[in-house]
Every structure is written in C-alpha cells, then in structure tokens.
C-alpha cells in the first residue's frame, strides 16, 4: 500500500550545480533547485515545511554538501529525500562523482564522491530514503562509459529507492531553450498534474513507470530506478490527475459516502503532518470552506475552517476538529483514528514550561495552578472558533 510520509518528520536536501569552470554550463539546474523546492513545501506534493527543505546550489566544496546533509540526516525520521543535478563523472576507479563548480575531470578531488554522501544515507535515523540523480557521464570528463553497470547501481542505497537519469550528453540533459533539464522537468510535470488514470497516491514506481514512457517517447534517455525494501511504495503526493470532480455526497452517515483515499491519520507522528493532513482533507472532499461550514450546520465558520487548516499549532480542543472533518465527509472509524493521533500528539507538545522546583513555597504550587488556569481560560477565549 502507497503512503505518504509525515511532512514534519522528514527531510530534504536539495543540490544542484549550474556553473562550471571546466566543464559545460547547465543553466537550468538553478531552475530545478527552486521549482522543486516549491513543490516539495506546497500542497502538490509532500507539504514539507520550508525549512526542511534545504538547497545547496554550486556548493564551493563538499563540505557545504556533506554538513547540511548530515544535519538533515539526523533530524529526519521518517524520509530523507535527497536531489542531485549537474554533471555525474566515473573516476578511474568506477565510482560515481558529482561534480561542482570547479571540478576538473583530471583531479577526482575536485568533486564529490558520491560514496561519502552515500554512508550518511547508510546511517541516517530515518526509516526510508529517496535519491534522485539528475546527472550524466560526461563525455568531456572521461569520454566512456560503463557497459555493464548503469548510474542506479552506482548509486545504490539499502532501504531506499533510487531514480536516475543518465544522460551521457549535455543536449540531453538540459535542452537547449529549456526551462528545466529534461528529467526534472518531466518529474516536475507528474507532481504539478498528476497522471491521468494513474492511483490517487503519486508513489515511485508510478513516477517511475510513467517518467520512462514521457521520456522515451521524446527521444531522451530512459530514467533507472532501483528499489530497495519496498521503497517504491513511497509517495510524493496525491495524484492530481485523480482528485474527484464532484464534492463528496451530502450524508448523515459517513461511513456510507464513496470510497475515497482521505489522508492516513495512522502513518503521522508530528503536528506539521496532523495540519497538513487537515488541509489534505479538504482538498480530497471537493468542498470549498463555506460548503464545509454549511455541512457543519453552523458549528464552524468558514474563517475556522481557513484557521484549523493554516495554523501551526495542534488544535487545543477536539471538538471544531471532529466537525470539520465530518462535515468533509470522512468516515467514522477514520474519525477516531484521528482522534487518538490527536489525544497522542497533546500528550507529546508541552502545553507550558516545567514548574520551578527552586521554591520552597507551598503556595507557589497552587498560585502556579491558579496561573495556569486563568491563562487556560483565556487561550480558551481567544481560540473560542478552534
């Protein structure tokens, strides 16, 4: 089954190099940081905060790689999504190099070698790992390449999946007149439309299936993939292509409305991915916020719903929570998953600081609860929509 990661327990390290000292310039690449990065943080695909998603473009030397990349590696839990774009060289020894700005194909030092980057991926905390390789051998650096091992296995990962396009030309790899190299650019594509008749969950190996079809039929280099412990169930977003046309059906009983694919309560484990699921919600109901708060009979307002779904807070209370997402349309059973995700995450956010135990006081204990109450109350208040 296809599934989406948590937003807030997952990273991404984007890398990119467009200008070059030696070898061929790929102005597009720059284009490709900034377009994927958007779609990394927004609601057509993953939905990441912004500042998960980092971009290391024409990095002066691996160590402006390796550090975000580590850091990156140790914060994420769920997935580590990481991107290369620009020129791929083999060394003398077989291995895969990225190249960087001032990388000369005689001096191996002067790039990065993707086993370095590969260990930390090898020891990264996070469950799974998404590499995409947007790279070639390039013809100007040793003017061959492997016939028997392609840019996928090179690059093999354990408990990941992997997506390369190995162009073994500049043409190829970014055309001339082009926004975007040819393989980004047609990644770009799925996530921004969707794959019409495709699942409603964008996983890899659709990406992957499809990529190789578009591709193929434009007379570009055929993408590789290798998969690694089901990696390949892993989505980058909900199929836009596959969303509903019609609002979901008015009903007393939502158990009882069609069968869609709503957001899995179950598969989050921090508040950025319970909100952004939220908004997720609405999206895959086809409803407009007046439709919801009307659905709601008038438990909600239409500024709530725009509220609940754009707030970086955990909703103190469940009760707007419960409305809104039966006024979506989402079933009961699925309700309570919901719920017990939420009671989970408030037993995990520190609602106030730890008392001091530096008081010798008794009083102090019961002046802090009387605090605590009044300012309860008056978050209550203020939040009263919530």
């Known amino acids: 089954m296809s599934v989406l990661p948590d937003p807030g327990a997952s990273r991404a390290v984007l890398i990119g190099t467009s200008r070059y000292d030696h070898l061929e310039q790929l102005s597009a690449v720059s284009n490709n940081l900034t377009a994927l990065a958007d779609l990394l943080s927004g609601p057509f695909s993953l939905r990441m905060p912004a500042e998960y998603v980092t971009v290391v473009e024409n990095p002066p030397d691996p160590s402006a790689v390796m550090n975000p990349l580590r850091q990156a590696a140790a914060e994420a839990t769920d997935t580590l999504l990481v991107y290369y774009a620009g020129h791929g060289l083999i060394d003398p020894q077989d291995a895969l190099t990225l190249a960087m700005p001032h990388t000369q194909p005689s001096q191996v030092e002067t790039s990065l070698n993707y086993d370095w980057l590969r260990r930390i991926l ?143 309560p179950s598969a989050i484990s921090t508040t950025t991915g319970f909100l952004g699921n939220l908004a997720a919600v609405r999206e895959t109901s086809g409803l407009t916020q007046q439709e919801v708060s009307r659905r709601s009979a008038g438990h909600i307002s239409p500024g709530t719903v725009s509220r609940l779904t754009s707030r970086d807070t955990l909703p103190a209370t469940w009760a707007t929570t419960a409305a809104y997402l039966t006024a979506c349309g989402v079933p009961t059973d699925q309700i309570q998953q919901w719920q017990k995700t939420w009671q989970e995450l408030r037993r995990q956010t520190p609602t106030e600081p730890a008392a001091s135990t530096s008081s010798p006081e008794s009083g102090t204990t019961r002046n802090a609860r009387t605090e605590k109450g009044r300012r309860k109350i008056l978050a209550l208040w203020r939040r009263r929509d919530y």
């Open 122 to 264: 090898l020891e990264s905390r996070a469950q799974r790992h998404v590499v995409f390789l947007d790279c070639c051998y390039s013809g100007l650096a040793l003017g061959r390449m492997s016939a028997s091992r392609g840019l996928a296995d090179h690059a093999a990962v354990e408990g990941s999946f992997l997506l390369a396009a190995s162009a073994e030309t500049r043409t190829a790899l970014a055309p001339v007149g082009d926004t975007h190299t040819a393989f980004t650019g047609a990644l770009l594509d799925i996530l921004r439309h969707g794959i019409p008749g495709g699942p409603p969950l964008l996983d890899l190996e659709t990406v992957y299936l499809h990529l190789r079809r578009t591709l193929e039929a434009r007379a570009h280099p055929v993408p590789q993939a290798r998969n690694r412990n089901s990696g390949a169930r892993l989505a980058l977003g909900r199929n836009r292509a596959d969303l509903p046309l019609t609002p979901v059906a008015a009903t007393t009983h939502p158990e009882q409305a069609d069968d869609r694919l709503w957001p899995d």
